[in-house]
């Protein structure tokens, strides 16, 4: 709970802030206190991405952004409060989305009657790995990982491209 109430003083933060630098750090933390999150579920892989990817890559891509642009947003219409309705609407439709979901660890839920035990079991003759994690990753969600690789490289690509661009386009 503690961690869930630093993430929404850092949302909340981000709203009203308008020096850009300071709402990239506050991204950063937020990312941060994401992937601590993530932790204490016992989600240590999905947590070590979030600090990889958010933390680290999209902060740096961010603050290399800023550093072509302006550190101040410029003025909108006074209408700071839609964001927050916007939020709002968002997590209560998340909230409602989620309220029918097994409690976390809970034993009767349906993968742990179904899914679990069948990698319990089967992982060491079917995969041959030891570790039933890795065997998840790269054996039974390999297409999945796969996947979420692929759209990490090209969106690295992309952004490597944009900066080619303008680099070259400076020069001319």
Do not use: Q
């Not at 003083?9 to 802030?17: D, P, Q």
């Not at 998340?94 to 309220?99: K, M």
């Not at 839920?109 to 060491?124: D, F, K, L």
């Amino acid at each position: 709970m503690v961690l869930l109430g630093f993430l929404s003083v850092t949302v909340l933060s981000v709203i009203f802030l308008r020096d850009l630098f300071a709402i990239v750090m506050l991204f950063g933390i937020y990312s941060f206190l994401a992937a601590a999150l993530f932790v204490t579920l016992d989600a240590v892989d999905v947590a070590f991405t979030e600090a990889a990817v958010g933390a680290g890559i999209a902060t740096f891509l961010m603050l290399a952004t800023l550093a072509l642009t302006s550190r101040r947003e410029k003025a909108l219409p006074d209408r700071p409060l839609v964001p927050l309705v916007v939020i709002v609407i968002v997590a209560a439709a998340l909230v409602y989305g989620t309220s029918d979901m097994p409690h976390f660890s809970d034993p009767g839920a349906p993968a742990h009657h179904h899914v679990a035990p069948h990698y319990i079991e089967s992982t060491t003759t079917e995969i041959g790995v030891p570790n039933i994690v890795t065997a998840v990753l790269a054996s039974y969600r390999g297409y999945d990982t796969l996947g979420e690789l692929t759209v990490i490289f090209t969106a690295g690509i992309g952004v490597l491209a944009l900066l080619w661009y303008r680099k070259r386009r400076e020069k001319t």
